[in-house]
């Protein structure tokens, strides 16, 4: 962590105009000789080189700069917190201020973000699973089918958290945007394995191989196209972002092909059996 205030270049000053003393790298202790050497400097500098972003034109308030090295948002939330409570216990009222910046600013954006998202991808699953329960008018293949579009997501974000541990703005979005995806994978081998066992009276068994059969080449093509293109972009955002989607839609096509047919197989067998 490093710290950037106004009182850093006032100590430095002050060491400069007594021979470069280590001793002297401390704040003015008059206001006077501060303001001479505050003009002084000032002066010498090049046009653009002012200090207007460290203190203000009235020269009435200052600004603290905090630089970390990469870090989660969580902790730049805790900083700031804690920065806040900090002031208020140790500063008049009037020097009370909220921390800014573009890192703190996304730091509480990914956490709404990632909030509403959660909420919102619950209610959409709820959503979901009642639109495909009616139409596929099964409550069995309706239920089924929310372990093939939940999995995917949750494997994915376990994955990049061992991997990478970071959940920034862009990633967060992932699983809103894959799970439309993965629904849409569900069920066209669904429909399709349906189609088999009613329609043209197969068993389970060649009811997924007809399944497969169909949509299986396409259900791939379509899924892994798209996105597979971001992981090649040099903006970090747009990399992570594709990478987990491309993580979460593989494991939404291991999900499809080799957890869901066995478990129709196994959910029909147990109906036969009835």
Not at 182 to 188: A, N
Not at 203 to 209: G, H, M, N, T
């Given at each position: 962590m490093t710290v950037a205030t106004f009182a850093d270049t006032m100590k430095r000053l002050n060491q400069n105009m007594n021979q470069n003393d280590p001793a002297m790298y401390k704040v003015p202790k008059s206001s006077n000789l501060a303001a001479q050497y505050l003009l002084l400097y000032e002066m010498s500098l090049p046009y653009g080189m002012d200090l207007n972003n460290r203190i203000d034109v009235d020269k009435a308030s200052t600004r603290l700069t905090v630089i970390l090295q990469r870090t989660s948002a969580k902790r730049l939330r805790d900083l700031d917190e804690d920065a806040r409570a900090w002031m208020k216990s140790n500063l008049p009222e009037h020097m009370f201020s909220y921390g800014t910046g573009l890192s703190v600013v996304f730091a509480h954006i990914s956490k709404r973000n990632i909030d509403t998202m959660l909420k919102g991808i619950s209610l959409a699953l709820i959503l979901i699973s009642l639109i495909l329960i009616f139409a596929l008018r099964s409550l069995k293949y309706g239920l089924i089918s929310l372990i093939p579009?939940?999995?995917?997501?949750?494997?994915?974000?376990?994955?990049?958290?061992?991997?990478?541990?970071?959940?920034?703005?862009?990633?967060?979005?992932?699983?809103?945007?894959?799970?439309?995806?993965?629904?849409?994978?569900?069920?066209?081998?669904?429909?399709?394995?349906?189609?088999?066992?009613?329609?043209?009276?197969?068993?389970?068994?060649?009811?997924?191989?007809?399944?497969?059969?169909?949509?299986?080449?396409?259900?791939?093509?379509?899924?892994?196209?798209?996105?597979a293109v971001l992981t090649l972009s040099g903006f970090y955002v747009n990399y992570s972002m594709g990478v987990l989607t491309v993580i979460a839609i593989l494991f939404a096509l291991i999900t499809d092909f080799f957890f869901l047919p066995p478990l129709l197989i196994a959910a029909d067998k147990e109906r036969a059996k009835d």
């Open positions: 579009n939940l999995f995917p997501a949750i494997l994915a974000f376990g994955l990049w958290g061992y991997i990478d541990g970071q959940i920034g703005l862009a990633v967060a979005v992932v699983a809103a945007i894959s799970l439309g995806i993965v629904v849409d994978d569900t069920v066209h081998f669904l429909t399709k394995y349906l189609r088999a066992r009613k329609e043209k009276k197969l068993s389970a068994e060649d009811a997924v191989r007809y399944s497969f059969h169909t949509v299986g080449v396409a259900i791939v093509v379509t899924s892994m196209a798209g996105f």
